[in-house]
Nanobody, 121 residues
Framework: QVQLVESGGTLVQPGGSLRLSCAAS????????MGWYRQAPGKQRELVAT???????SISDPVKGRFTISRDSAKNTVYLQMNSLKPEDTAVYYC???????????????WGQGTQVTVSS
């Protein structure tokens, strides 16, 4: 069984910083990419950032220059460093992993349960 567990979401003031973590656990053969998505109330889930197994990153335009994605491959963990946070960054942030599980030997997307980030004074 594969699990993604996020942590780090909380209430932060505008202009503040926050780091989210997501750890993948379970019987995993390979992780091809991990990433972060977010969903604000009344809006569709949107891509925030991704990082591949080779370290290539992609950052969405709304957060470019403020957010950074990184990973610790040995720990199967991905991080999202969020700086200069704005009220419009308020959302539930979801971790995603494109991986191959031992149980099925199939490559598939897995999701975490989400962590709430609220940017407000």
């Amino acid at each position: 069984q594969v699990q993604l567990v996020e942590s780090g979401g909380t209430l932060v003031q505008p202009g503040g910083s926050l780091r989210l973590s997501c750890a993948a656990s379970g019987s995993i053969v390979s992780i091809y990419a991990m990433g972060w998505y977010r969903q604000a109330p009344g809006k569709q889930r949107e891509l925030v950032a991704t990082i591949t197994s080779s370290g290539a990153t992609s950052i969405s335009d709304p957060v470019k220059g403020r957010f950074t994605i990184s990973r610790d491959s040995a720990k199967n963990t991905v991080y999202l460093q969020m700086n200069s946070l704005k009220p419009e960054d308020t959302a539930v942030y979801y971790c995603n992993a494109d991986l191959r599980a031992k149980a099925t030997l199939a490559r598939a997307d897995y999701w975490g349960q989400g962590t709430q980030v609220t940017v407000s004074s």
